[in-house]
């Protein structure tokens, strides 16, 4: 029942959810950002991380240093927090914070796919995968020739076996069945997720559904977006939107027959709360709609700090601290490449 929540909420949940908040005074601020971009070499950010969280991290890397190894030394404090936390958690707090990590393990199946694809070295793939979405048989994805043989083989023993069913055909692997793969693979697990929030209930309800039906209508808009131009038809295109969120069922009925950029510019401006993330964009732009949407992201997370005794936080943190990992991304591959001018094009300010 909704606001009866600390009654009981700290018996199970209390400590991790002051762990997390505490982590939470723990991500770059805008201070941290702006020292960050006039830094003039990788050395010169490692030595400003190095004051921060991350400091132990990276203290024992080399130099030269390259972007990847800074992402991927900051990532693993990112696992390393999960795990501590997963190691903590009981139930239904564990069962929440695995229903995290299945959006990663979407994106390794697809990576590795992908790559097997195209005759790319298993090993260099699972290099690429990220840690909080690694399974036991993923590296036997690379034996499967079609959906079937991919969810016989493999994925019949993951969490993301459920997911499926609507992604089992005997069609030949190729690059557009793999992105419709993926797509319908996140619809399927956006409203399981939903559906788990809402039985919840309370302020984790409250709070959790608005951050997914954001997360649903987003990719409503990237999917419309990317399918412009190519064969995918309406029907097709509709089937991949969430039957969830603020554009659902209407605004997906009008997504689904744009066919350019301003289009979906004029079925969004009819939802209030779409309508300032396009009005930083100009008519016919597209590059910069990516980081309005991160931007209103971070907004909300942000905001779910603010109440007490919810799972949201949990959520929200991680996916801060991932929006943190990619900014630094941006950062040094711009440090990296000698293109400071462009190093405020793609940060997202969190505090």
Known sequence: MYGWEMLSFNIHDGFLEAIVRGNRSGLLTAADYNNLCQCENLDDVKMHLTATEYGPYLQNEPSPLHTTTIVEKCTLKL???????????TEPLSTFLQYITYGHMIDNVVLIVTGTLHERDVNELLEKCHPLGMFDSIASLAVAQNMRELYRLVLVDTPLAPYFSECITSEDLDDMNIEIMRNTLYKAYLEDFYKFCE???????????????????????????????????????????????????????ELAVCEDVDQVRGV?????????????????????LDKAFYEEEVRRLCLSFEQQFHYAVFFAYIR????????????????????????????????
Not at 79 to 89: L, R
Not at 214 to 222: G, K, L, Q, S, T
């Open 79 to 89: 696992v390393d927090e999960y795990k501590h936390m997963m190691c903590q958690a």
């Open 199 to 253: 039985k919840l209930g309370g302020a984790t309800a409250e709070i959790m559904c608005d951050l997914l039906s954001f997360e649903a209508d987003r990719r409503a808009v990237n999917i419309t977006i990317n399918s412009i131009g190519t064969e995918l038809t309406r029907d097709d295109r509709r089937k991949l939107y969430s039957n969830f969120g603020l554009l659902y069922p209407y605004g997906h009925e």
């Open 268 to 288: 969004m401006e009819k939802y209030p709360p779409y309508q300032s993330i396009f009005a930083k964009i100009s008519y016919g732009e597209s590059q910069m």
């Open 320 to 351: 801060l601290r991932e929006q943190e990992i990619r900014n630094l991304m941006w950062i040094s591959e711009c440090v990296a490449q000698n293109q400071k001018n462009r190093v405020h094009d793609s940060v997202v300010f969190i505090f």
